[in-house]
């Protein structure tokens, strides 16, 4: 337990990406058989000892100590898990605070599994005994099925590849062919067998990205254009018994869209972009509208979904691209030839839940560039180009597809609060929140905080920054301080939404610092009318 | 005075209304009591900002300036400036003199006995930091001891706390809950030690109180064989010297201020919490940012502070010090001064002991770093 309850406290602290990876790597190489298995089940979702509830280990400590001294720890600490870890009275019989190295997360997982939920607490009340602080809030983590160490399923499996010197992307196909604790898997990486076989199996293959457009015009006899639509890229893949969605990054969202993955019946591979039906977006000219994005937040990160959420904001999918169908792998053929096939794949699907992603007819780049310009008031993203002749390849490869988004917004804000930023950038106030003014300032109008940006500025623009509000700091709050509201944002932003989360009733999306406008005084800033009349 | 109900064995609760009768024990196991009404509180008063002794006219750890203090230890919510006169060890006066520049006070030794308006007054290690004392004032038969902060691990920094048996024990109880209990200190130490030669191409940043923690830190790591240079931030460097005058062997200690940042790689730089996150710490070399402290033990207090290697290293007495020391000194009244003491006196109330919280002003200012 000591191996896993130490990565477990190493993946807590460690801000980099690169530095949680190293420590799963290294975890999966040194950690034996069959507890390295059962972890990776942890980490990536899989592993859920249902006689274990939240319930059982309230009962448990309050078998073991002072209730009120229990409530008053826990008002102090916050998590259950931790707080039980922390109290957990020691025993005269076992040497305090020490791992005694007695149990193995193989043993643990053996015995909450045969256990009887009412026999539950006594049996993880005995393991807890045995443990350190450490390890007992790793068992506690592990036996309630949500260890909430901030990585995903696809960084798990990035870390297993590192460890061995696999492809991650071969990770992926075999991974629905295995079932915890993966011992085919870590036969494979360590070569004492050969790689599995994921006949059968869903399993996710990695997005086709999008470059930004930085030239001033393409060929529209080599690429096509299509609109590019505010929702999530969705991978569909359905085996003929079985379907399964995937978000961009690898994790698998079945579970918070089942009327998509039950409309889905076929053998095939998709890729499109998932939405909620709505008219904010795009109209019938466009192939149809679609909500906003933050209709679709609402469906996002769900484990399970009720009726009522699936009435009240019903999901489907625009389909991009069709990557296999059948036993036949498309991706190699260049786009014309898949989009005609997906063309033909459509006629059998259901029309409810999925339609087709227009192809826009442009005689030429500047007519392109007009029609994209009128598409502002229908409030889309922007234009998608695609080479006629590209392949499905995995990541971004230049030349082949664009994103080319429409001009972004901009408004005149005024810095009020900035926050330290994280990782390399803890030690400077990277975050700023901006507001605009309820009425000119002269005539007793305020400033309400409008949105929050952390990027958009240079190196040198951030250091400028970070000095401006450590030497104009009115106020702290905590990590928070509000500053002197005299320094002006020119913020850019891709659109801008009603939203009842904030005082000034708006929200918006992809708020970006786009320069510093040190000569214009804060009275002269935006008002939050003129930020109104932007919504879409 | 406590009026609250005091919850006995079989549940029910009685009111402290009447002198309650019960017999000294013999079992060793239970702490033992006897309650004696009226308590001896009639001589020592705890006010807002700070414990009143009446007959000798002084405040001990006032909060505000006052004409006669009695000074437990150098930290600034126990020790300020602007009083008429200080009684305090030598080593807390040299640390007030360093902090508010010089002040009239008389240096007091441990066990040398004072006496003031009737009262006999003595100063016993209390084992914080260096200097550290509990007060010991006896008066009309009766015995207080105001411990001040105090620890009761081993510190290679400081004498270790002396139990004294008491009528009035006053303690503090920053980490009043039973969630505090301080792994063994080696252990944090060997973490530390580990973390800086698993990483040698970047140096381990350790946060750490500049009273204290920090030279407590420094002697930790020597007494483990650890002889490198330790670079410090200019916080710390005065206190450090003063420690080193009082004959606390720090080893080789540098300032990190003009250091080139390739040249502290593989090495501990130490500096006070609020540097941590800071721009000072930008020169250093892919710093690994440590800190030593209590509060360590919560993890969301650790990421609060974006440290990457928390370590539960405190000058204060955990929770099992705490209720371990009632137990031992058996007063027959515990008072809180500072920190969870909701929860103390809980503990002690449902151990048949009579406690009572104090609400102390400022004491609560530099926990958080203190810790």
């Known amino acids: 337990m000591r191996q896993f309850s130490q990565l477990l406290d190493g993946l807590v602290y460690t801000r980099s990406r690169n530095g949680k990876l190293d420590l799963i790597a290294r975890y999966m190489r040194e950690a034996p058989d069959p507890d390295r298995g059962w972890t990776l089940a942890a980490l990536t979702g899989n592993l859920d000892l249902k006689t274990v509830k939240a319930s059982a280990i309230g009962e448990m400590i309050r078998d073991r100590t002072d209730p009120v001294l229990f409530e008053m720890s826990r008002d102090y600490v916050g998590d259950l898990a931790e707080t039980v870890a922390l109290l957990w009275p020691r025993r005269d019989d076992i040497a305090p605070e020490s791992d005694d190295g007695s149990l193995s997360i193989a043993a643990v997982v053996d015995r909450l599994s045969a256990v009887s939920r009412a026999a539950a607490p006594r049996e993880l009340g005995g393991m807890m005994d045995h443990l350190d602080a450490s390890g007992r809030f790793a068992l506690l983590k592990l036996a309630t099925g949500g260890l909430r160490v901030g990585i995903s399923a696809r960084l798990a499996k990035t870390g297993v590849a590192q460890a061995f010197g696999l492809d991650v992307d071969e990770v992926e196909q075999v991974w629905h062919a295995l079932a915890p604790p993966y011992a085919a898997l870590f036969d494979w990486a360590e070569g004492r067998s050969g790689r599995p076989d994921p006949a059968g199996t869903p399993f996710f293959r990695p997005f086709m990205l999008a470059h930004p457009l930085e030239a001033d015009s393409v060929d529209l006899n080599d690429y096509a254009a299509e609109w590019k639509w505010d929702g999530i890229r969705i991978q569909i893949v359905g085996t003929g018994g079985e379907t399964r969605l995937y978000s961009r990054g690898g994790d698998d969202i079945t579970g918070s869209f089942p009327e998509i993955a039950r409309a889905f019946a076929g053998q095939a591979v998709l890729d499109g972009e998932l939405l909620v039906r709505g008219d904010v977006q795009g109209a019938e000219e466009h192939g149809g509208s679609a909500a906003s994005f933050n209709a679709l937040q609402q469906r996002l990160g769900r484990k399970a979904v009720t009726t009522k959420m699936m009435d009240e904001f019903p999901a489907f999918v625009r389909l991009y691209d069709l990557l296999i169908e059948g036993e036949e792998d498309l991706r190699a053929l260049p786009w014309e030839r898949r989009r005609a096939r997906l063309e033909a794949f459509m006629a059998g699907l259901d029309t409810d839940r999925f339609d087709l992603s227009t192809i826009i007819e442009a005689p030429d780049f500047e007519a392109l560039a007009a029609i994209r310009a009128g598409a502002r008031d229908a409030a889309i993203e922007g234009v998608m180009l695609k080479r006629r002749d590209s392949p499905y390849v995995a990541g971004r490869k230049a030349t082949l597809w664009y994103k080319w988004k429409r001009d972004p917004l901009t408004a005149d804000c005024v810095m009020m609060y900035a926050q330290r930023g994280h990782g390399k950038r803890s030690s400077f106030y990277s975050d700023y929140t901006f507001g605009c003014w309820t009425d000119a300032p002269e005539r007793g109008g305020e400033l309400l905080p409008v949105g929050k940006a952390y990027s958009g500025f240079t190196d040198e623009e951030l250091k400028w920054l970070d000095r401006f509000v450590r030497g104009n700091t009115v106020n702290r709050f905590g990590p928070v301080r509000e500053v002197d509201k005299t320094l002006v944002l020119e913020v850019a932003f891709d659109s801008i939404h009603n939203s009842k989360r904030h005082k000034s009733g708006l929200a918006m999306r992809f708020p970006r610092i786009a320069r510093i406008r040190r000569d214009k005084p804060a009275a002269e800033a935006d008002l939050i009318d003129s930020l109104r009349r932007m919504i879409s | ?371």
């Open chain 2, 1 to 371: 005075m406590m009026t609250a109900g005091l919850r006995f064995d079989d549940g029910r609760s009685h009111l402290l209304d009447r002198p309650a009768e019960v017999p000294c024990g013999t079992n060793p196991a239970r702490p033992i009591f006897c309650f004696q009404m009226p308590s001896a509180a009639h001589w020592i008063e705890p006010h807002p900002t700070g414990i009143y002794v009446r007959p000798a006219d002084a405040w001990i750890d006032p909060s505000l300036p006052c004409e006669r203090a009695l000074v437990t230890h150098g930290h600034a919510d126990h020790a300020r400036g602007g009083h008429g006169h200080v009684w305090a060890t030598r080593e807390t006066l040299a640390i007030m003199a360093l902090r508010y520049g010089t002040a009239s006070g008389t240096a007091v030794g441990y066990g040398e006995t004072l006496r003031m308006g009737g009262v006999e007054i003595s100063y016993v290690p209390a084992g914080h930091v260096l200097g550290s004392a509990q007060i010991v004032l006896s008066h009309a038969g009766e015995r207080v001891v105001v411990t001040g902060d105090y620890k009761r691990r081993p510190d290679p920094t400081c004498l270790p706390f002396q139990p004294v048996p008491c009528d009035i024990f006053v303690t503090e109880a920053t980490f009043g809950l039973p969630v505090f209990r301080h792994p063994d200190t080696g252990s944090e130490m060997d973490r530390l030690l580990g973390a800086l030669h698993a990483e040698p191409d970047r140096c381990v940043l350790v946060g750490a109180y500049a009273l204290g923690k920090a030279q407590r830190v420094m002697a930790e790591l020597r007494g483990r064989g650890h002889h490198d240079p330790i670079y410090i931030h200019g916080a710390l460097e005065r206190m450090c010297a003063l420690y080193a005058d009082f004959g606390v062997p720090l080893g080789d200690v540098r300032p990190a201020a003009g250091m080139a940042a390739k040249d502290l790689r593989g090495h501990i730089v130490m500096a006070p919490p609020s540097a941590l996150n800071d721009r000072w710490s930008r020169r250093l070399p892919d710093p690994l940012t440590a800190m030593a402290s209590g509060w360590m033990r919560v993890r969301q207090r650790a990421r609060q502070r974006n440290v990457e290697l928390p370590l539960v290293i405190s000058d204060h007495a955990d929770w099992d010090e705490l209720t371990d020391t009632i137990a031992e000194v058996a007063p027959s009244e515990t008072w809180v001064t500072h920190g969870r003491e909701e929860a103390l006196v809980h503990w002690c109330q449902t151990h048949q002991m009579r406690a009572r919280a104090l609400a102390l002003t400022g004491r609560e200012d530099e926990e958080e770093d203190e810790g």
